[in-house]
């Protein structure tokens, strides 16, 4: 099966400007999470969707961040505008089950610099 | 330790040499993963271990959980170069959503 693919995998802008990422997860995976990874620091929770649904967003740093995942399958997170601590690796997984023990596929990440 | 922090926070070793990492959780769980990061890819989920389960083992892996002291190992035995990553711990507790630790980085020189 594909795995969860992201886009870009590489992104460089300016403070200030917009930038979307996009997540396609595993085909038939109900469960979509964003994850990311600030420069030296821990791997932080942003979101998570059950199908079309924001089921957590507790992570979510401030309302630059908007996550969609419109029908269910492809997601995005767009930044807006974006700011200099932004700057990090930002993941996507998918996960089959909505409860217990399962395991997540993670994307290859985006990285994104702000300059 | 992870969850905040990494115990140790890197590691360099020979090829051949076993690689040990603990981490540290603060939450009642009801599994703890181990993932790998390769250098500028996405994390590789390695091992599950269930909050009941004190070992598991998957090849070269061997994980232990210790739910008195909320911490758990991973041991990486004759460990190659290709074992040069990133490896983190990730709690999953109540909800769906994993909290990470902070990470080992792993050098295994040939």
């Known amino acids: 099966e594909a795995g969860v693919t992201q886009f870009p995998s590489h992104s460089v802008i300016e403070k200030g400007q917009t930038v979307t990422l996009r997540c396609d997860p595993i085909?038939?995976?109900?469960?979509l999470y964003w994850y990311r990874r600030v420069m030296g620091k821990e791997i932080k929770f942003l979101l998570h969707f059950v199908k079309e649904s924001k089921q957590d967003e507790s992570g979510m740093p401030n309302n630059r961040f908007l996550a969609e995942r419109t029908g269910g399958t492809y997601s995005t997170l767009k930044v807006q505008p974006a700011e200099l601590e932004d700057s990090g690796v930002y993941f996507c997984a998918s996960s089959q089950h909505t409860t217990g023990q399962h395991r997540y596929t993670f994307g290859s990440g985006t990285r994104l610099t702000v300059v | 330790s992870q969850q905040g922090e990494e115990d140790p926070q890197a590691l360099s070793i020979q090829e051949g040499e076993n690689a040990t990492m603990n981490c540290s959780y603060k939450t009642s769980i009801n599994n703890l993963q181990w993932y790998r990061q390769n250098s500028g890819r996405g994390l590789v989920h390695l091992i599950l271990?269930?909050?009941?389960?004190r070992e598991k083992h998957s090849g070269r892996l061997r994980v232990t959980l210790d739910t008195s002291k909320k911490s758990s190992s991973l041991l990486i035995t004759a460990s190659r170069a290709a074992d040069t990553a990133s490896y983190f711990c990730?709690?999953?507790?109540?909800?769906?959503?994993?909290?990470f630790g902070g990470g080992t980085r792993v050098l295994v020189k040939p």
């Open positions: 085909s038939g995976h109900d469960n």
């Open positions: 271990i269930r909050s009941n389960e």
């Open positions: 990730a709690e999953q507790a109540a909800g769906n959503k994993l909290t």
